[in-house]
């Protein structure tokens, strides 16, 4: 064996690639091939490469001040087919069990009346907003856009380690990444056939279309940024261009009598569905933070007067709240009457007593997250943790319990991953995106993988020093299309498509006299931690 894997050891996880020492899976065994005669210098020159064509494009994130390039890993993550197929129906589940639970707490309440959620986890969620009951969007989604954050535990099995509702970012990569393999392994796509990942903007596209205000036939979709400082703003710019929309600020948008514009050299243009990037605190002024310079005021009005869509919905925060992920599987049987295709991690709940004092007697033994965390913030693995910090955390538990959930600690799954210039294995995670167009939920065949590039860290957050990995899912290829065209999305141009042909990439807006506060606020907005490809973290929180 070549010396990429002579000294390759298998971790304390599911190895994704091995099934043993020097046995690849059936998934992984093209690219084994066809990395095991490359010697460490050409692969280091590949991902050389790769760093290069990230910083040149932009696709950059801030690390301790200092921009650099979004870390990706030249060694892929691979899924077959059939394990594909479970991961896709389980995300789609839980989406529409989401999407019917947000529809009946900012409704009827019926829920909670059945008592199959307390009403208090409900009402003291910081992401419940009351000022977005009554709002019911006419195709009914609320959820139009999902990022389901799944860990691969000990035997294999995938599992939910949250739920992301609000905005979820990271789609970008998704597409970047793929762009930027297909380039540095073109031998491995030859050999490989890979389900394709360019499609997602024009399913967004059409979902976001399918979402306009009742007796709207062609809607005018824009994309909403918090602006140029948001460390999400890349993929804002991306999207935009790609689903051929303006990209605009909340100062390009003006609301009167519930209508909504855009202004235009042109004069204004009326605006039917926002792709929003801002979070629920600072959308609306009038209803939420007073100081907010980066929303539109009176835009919750207009949604409520059925004059403008918000995608996604205002108040869906509450369905990212870690202790009502404990009650998904619940919501699932309730709506659905099905049983949840993907388990959760174990949870507790800490607000009752016996539980309670069960985890803090057990604190080295799991991991405490914050319930409204994100990014890695604030989450303690216990048996990493020293005897001060899980002092402090017995404290920070006892006072608030309703604020935590304990997991039990899951052994990440594992994928060999390129460390100074040697095949390492480290622990990596999924968000897998799905769209909602009020027909179907669609899960984008792959998904955004991060790593943990520390040896033994669980935190895979770039901004704890991870990074990602192109995420490949197995197919057979349809007649006329070849293995790369089918892995980078290149098919026959379409003349129907939205997409054709794409708009010019965004001006660089004016800073106008309220530049420091807009600064700052772009910078403090970043979706509570989901509007970043950094987020979440533990893989979760």
């Known amino acids: 064996m070549a010396d990429l894997f002579e000294d390759y050891r298998l971790g304390p996880g599911w190895d994704e690639m091995f099934g043993a020492p020097g046995m690849p899976r059936d998934a992984y065994e093209a690219l084994h091939a066809t990395l095991q005669p490359l010697s460490s210098v050409e692969l280091r020159v590949r991902a050389d490469v790769l760093a290069r064509a990230f910083l040149d494009q932009g696709i950059t994130f801030a690390l301790k001040g200092v921009e650099r390039p979004f870390p990706l890993d030249i060694v892929p993550r691979i899924i077959a087919a059939d394990e594909w197929r479970v991961v896709e129906a389980g995300v789609a589940q839980r989406v529409r069990a989401l999407e019917a639970f947000l529809a009946d707490i900012y409704g009827a ?3 909670l009346a059945d008592g199959v959620v307390p009403r208090r986890v409900v009402v003291t969620s910081a992401h419940f907003h009351r000022e977005a009951a009554g ?4 195709n009914g989604v609320r959820i139009h856009v999902a990022g389901v954050d799944l860990v691969r ?6 599992r939910v380690l949250e739920d992301n509702v609000r905005v979820p970012s990271g789609v970008s990569y998704v597409m970047e990444n793929r762009r930027a393999m297909a380039h540095v392994l073109p031998e491995v796509f030859a050999a490989t056939r890979i389900q394709p990942v360019e499609s997602y903007p024009g399913q967004l596209l059409r979902a976001l279309r399918a979402a306009a205000p009742v007796g709207v036939t062609d809607p005018t979709v824009v994309v909403l ?4 400082h948001n460390s999400a703003y890349f993929e804002h710019a991306l999207l935009a261009r790609e689903m051929g929309v303006e990209l605009v600020e909340g100062r390009d948008l003006v609301c009167v009598g519930n209508e909504v514009a855009m202004r235009t050299t042109a004069g204004e243009q009326r605006v039917d569905v926002i792709y929003r990037r801002i979070d629920d605190e600072f959308l609306d002024p009038v209803h939420f933070r007073a100081d907010s310079v980066l929303g539109v005021a009176g835009l919750l009005n207009a949604a409520r007067a059925g004059r403008v869509t918000i995608a996604n919905a205002v108040g869906n925060g509450v369905a990212d709240d870690k202790l009502l992920y404990s009650y998904v599987p619940e919501l699932i049987r309730y709506y659905l009457a099905e049983q949840p295709i993907l388990s959760n991690v174990e949870t507790y709940r800490l607000e009752d007593p016996d539980v309670r004092d ?3 007697d057990r604190l080295p033994e799991l991991v405490l997250k914050p319930v409204d965390g994100s990014g890695g913030m604030g989450i303690v693995i216990g048996s990493q943790a020293s005897e001060e910090d899980l002092a402090e955390l017995r404290h920070r538990i006892t006072v608030d319990p309703r604020g935590w959930i304990a997991q039990r600690e899951v ?10 210039n040697r095949l390492r294995a480290r622990h990596v995670d999924l968000r897998p995106f799905a769209v909602n167009d009020g027909r179907r939920v669609t899960v984008l065949p792959g998904g955004l993988t991060r790593v943990a590039l520390p040896e033994g860290a669980l935190v895979v957050n770039s901004s704890q020093g991870g990074g990602s990995k192109d995420t490949w899912i197995l197919a057979e290829p349809p007649s006329g299309l070849s293995a790369v065209d089918l892995a980078t999305g290149i098919e026959p141009t379409d003349p129907e498509s939205p997409l054709t042909p794409p708009v010019p990439a965004p001006r660089s807006p004016d800073p106008g006299p309220d530049a420091g506060l807009v600064s700052a606020q772009q910078q403090q907005q970043q979706q509570s931690g989901r509007d970043s490809a950094a987020a979440p ?3 979760g929180c």
Not at 135 to 138: A, G, L, M
Not at 225 to 228: I, Q, S
């Open 109 to 111: 309440g019926q829920v």
């Open 135 to 138: 709002i019911v969007p006419h």
């Open 153 to 158: 535990d000990e035997r294999g099995d995938f």
């Open 225 to 228: 940024t918090p602006g140029v």
């Open 358 to 360: 069960h985890v803090l």
């Open 411 to 420: 052994a990440l799954s594992m994928v060999p991953t390129l460390i100074d």
């Open 537 to 539: 973290g533990w893989s």
